[in-house]
């Protein structure tokens, strides 16, 4: 899969590709009988996501910081199927406090849990610290999911012994994994401010989200537990995500157009990788288009991802004593 690809739509190996869209590659799956959290799942590739998922008969769990919005998103798409089970629960990813309290929550309602796409991001924002005091780029998308992912893995391992069912947890990288620091991951220097560059941070974000998938993948390999870790890119959507550089991001897409998907094409990795039966026992992979693609070498290298999984690990642990 190239820019070729990309461009003319063309499926690779998989059988889909950049043209193909979340309800095409989950057509007559069945999905009845599967629990799935997803973060940020009230707007943009998340709602789409949501919506196709609900429509193979999930029930998915919303997890949002707006719960106004992401109720509204849910009416949104009862009104369309109204069998759709869909629930919303509270999340803010930037707060640990806060990614306890949904665990908690979730855990409460006695539900199972095989799905946990790990969607909600933020791009491109002006420097500023998260209630915890870590760099808002880092805490959301890599620190929240990783604390997530760790509380609710336990019920997982749960409902795969109690349903003999694969788990599966989709990370949602980015192209943008590759426009990282000149280090990859600056351990020393999260938050150092003087040399803080807002896409340079996201980079590194997204980095995060993909080495924390493989070293994930890794460790669940070596447990022989059955649930799978892979990380996707959605390709290029116009979304909120946007927000922090609407302008130049609006006249970058002037001139690379032919790049650019839609929402439901966006969504369609993710769907594909959280539910295609092609992928069973696939894990620690990267995606783009609904076909595996080369990470990058920072990307691949397992002792960096080590690496991140000790500083994260002993990171959140410090935070929850502060
Ligand atoms: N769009 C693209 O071109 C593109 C390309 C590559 C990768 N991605 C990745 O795809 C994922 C989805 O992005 P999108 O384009 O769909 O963007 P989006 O429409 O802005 O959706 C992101 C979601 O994350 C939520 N979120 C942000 N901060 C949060 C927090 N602290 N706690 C809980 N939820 C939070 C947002 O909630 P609010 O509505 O409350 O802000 C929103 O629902 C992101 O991980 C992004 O990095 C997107």
Known sequence: ???????????????????????????????????????????????????????????????ARNTKAANEAKQIILENNKNAKIDVLELDLSSLKSVKAFADNFKAHNLPLNILINNAGVMFCPYQLSQDGIEMQFATNHLGHFHLTNLLLDKMKETVAATGKEGRIVNLSSVAHLYTYEEGMRFDKINDKDSYSDKKAYGQSKLANLLHANELARRLKEEGANITVNSVHPGLIMTDLMRHSYRSIRIFKVFTFLLWKNVPQGAATSCYVALHPNLKGVSGKYFVDCNEYPASNFATDPELAKKLWDYSHNLVNSLQLS
Not at 11 to 39: C, H, K, R
């Open 1 to 63: 899969m190239g820019i070729l690809s990309l461009i003319s739509g063309w499926p690779g190996p998989s059988g889909f590709g950049s043209a193909s869209t979340a309800e095409q590659v989950s057509d007559s799956i069945d999905a009845s009988d599967l629990t799935v959290i997803i973060t940020g799942g009230a707007s943009g590739i998340g709602l789409e996501t949501t919506r196709v998922l609900a429509m193979r008969g999930a029930h998915v769990i919303i997890a």
